[in-house]
């Protein structure tokens, strides 16, 4: 079989890695991928992502676009094909029965139920390759996917508003608008790329807040209540959203005839077994920690936070609830660095990371 040009199956990756993007929340449990179909020159046949779980991977997504025939043409796919029978066939199968004679792959599948892609189509004659250079991009848009398959935890992303001198509000006990329309837009973003949204008990008491995903078009997230002594307001908006609420306390039992779910914490409020069980009984991979401050000190204690983006504000409040105390502070430099900054309208918006 002739060699094809490197710099063809590099494009091709590039273009792959690009339209794994496309992906959205709806995917998992199956991780977000890209796949194109070319000739040797370097021509796209066809592209295809993971559509919502139960429906084509990406392989067959493409494949599916030139009715699964594809005698003599190559593909480039981001994530090993899967090797086994869920809500979908192998992918595996189904390239080798289209008659795709070179496959490309950018990263190895982590998935012990899911791999043996490469080999399969091996043993089978069908070149398969793994191209180098790709796979921290791969890992980095499946980052909640490959958290989820390593640990049985979800991504933990806390996002924080907060004044230029560090507090998230300017009288404790009430609400506060502190980001700009732009930053707002973003939020509601971010809302939407989670599987789930968390907050404690007290902002839901004080702000009664919704938490769908209102400013873009996009998928609301499962609201997550946490409140150890079930102190949560029953009446509250949230309510209406079959909500899970966290909890330790005894009182849980008195609401199960009001539909709302329950998470309940029998041996002592932990935060990591409550984020395993929203994980293993939940399907929930990623979380978005949205407040309050009580919550996100909890969280960041326990070392369970994955990324803190934090959006500051031109205001300056002088007084009310900071963020940090001092240790806190300590706590959050020792653990965290900064990967990324912008400017969202007239708020800067902060990415950190926790140390390897």
Request: proline content about 3%.
């Amino acid at each position: 079989m002739a060699e094809i040009d490197e710099n063809i199956v590099s494009a091709m990756m590039k273009r792959a890695v690009e339209i794994s993007k496309l992906a959205t929340v709806k995917t998992y449990p199956n991780p977000k991928v890209g796949a194109v179909i070319f000739d040797d020159s370097g021509y796209v046949i066809s592209e295809g992502f993971t559509q919502e779980y139960g429906f084509d991977h990406a392989e067959a997504d493409a494949l599916r676009k030139i009715g699964f025939k594809a005698p003599g043409f190559n593909m480039a796919v981001t994530l090993e094909p899967c090797n086994h029978y869920g809500k979908t066939p192998p992918c595996a199968k189904a390239i080798l029965e289209a008659g795709i004679k070179r496959v490309f792959v950018a990263k190895g599948e982590e998935n012990a139920k899911a791999g043996g892609g490469m080999e399969f189509l091996k043993q089978n004659g069908v070149e398969a390759a793994l191209i180098k250079g790709f796979a921290g991009e791969v890992e980095e848009i499946n980052r909640f996917f490959f958290k989820g398959v390593r640990t049985n935890l979800p991504w933990v992303t806390a996002k924080i508003a907060l004044s230029s001198d560090g507090f998230i509000t300017d009288k404790v006990g009430e609400r506060c608008i502190i980001s700009g329309s732009e930053a707002q837009i973003y939020v509601h973003k971010l809302r939407s790329e989670h599987s789930a949204i968390a907050v404690g008990a007290k902002t839901v008491n004080i702000d009664d807040p919704l938490l769908t995903v209102r400013l873009i078009e996009g998928f609301d997230p499962q609201p997550v209540i946490f409140s150890r002594n079930f102190s949560v307001d029953l009446n509250s908006k949230i309510m209406k959203r079959s909500t899970i609420i966290v909890t330790s306390s005894s009182k849980a039992h008195e609401i199960k005839a009001q539909g709302i779910k329950l998470l309940l914490l029998e041996n002592g409020f932990s935060l990591k077994e409550a984020l395993r069980r929203l994980f293993t009984e939940h399907k929930i991979n990623s979380i978005l920690l949205e407040g309050g401050a009580d919550l996100v000190k909890a969280f960041l204690n326990e070392g369970l936070i994955d990324e803190m983006q934090l959006i500051e504000s031109e205001k300056v409040f002088g007084s009310g609830l900071k963020l940090f105390d001092e240790n806190g502070k300590k706590l959050f430099e020792n653990s965290f660095n900064l990967i990324h900054s912008e400017k969202l309208g007239e708020d800067l918006l902060k990415i950190y990371r926790q140390n390897p």
